[in-house]
């Protein structure tokens, strides 16, 4: 059974813009990797408000702290109503391997699909967990 031997949460409260349908970094975070190799399980969250005429939302989990990092987790656009702009709860996971690291960073990123108006994320938490076996 897996243990957890390490764990970080990042957290960001303050609103963030989401331009249009530019992919936009809520949080980042940075975990330390004690052993050669380990499994860490990634979770993010994200509470936004779609900007007026958006048709889609999605949420990402990235190495690194750019939305330039390698795409580890998320990617799948979930629908909203396009006429009316809305709150939306977002949740994606991802379990990876790291080898050779002393730590591990990743962010959150969000993208408004079909947005002529810009979004807001109002609160954004990026979970890491390293466990062992």
Do not use: F
């Amino acid at each position: 059974m897996a243990r957890i031997i390490e764990k970080e949460i990042g957290v960001k409260e303050a609103s963030t813009l989401l331009p249009t349908t530019i992919e936009t970094v809520l949080v980042s975070a940075r975990v330390r990797i004690p052993t050669a190799t380990a499994r860490v399980m990634v979770r993010a969250l994200a509470i936004i408000s779609t900007g007026a005429g958006t048709t889609g939302l999605t949420l990402r989990i990235r190495d690194g702290n750019t939305a330039a990092g390698t795409l580890r987790g998320g990617g799948h656009v979930l629908g909203v109503q396009a006429a009316v702009p809305g709150v939306e709860q977002v949740m994606v996971q991802a379990v990876l391997q790291v080898a050779n690291a002393a730590e591990y960073q990743a962010c959150v990123t969000a993208e408004q699909g079909g947005a002529p108006a810009d979004g807001t994320s109002h609160t954004a938490y990026l979970e890491m967990e390293v466990l062992n076996g």
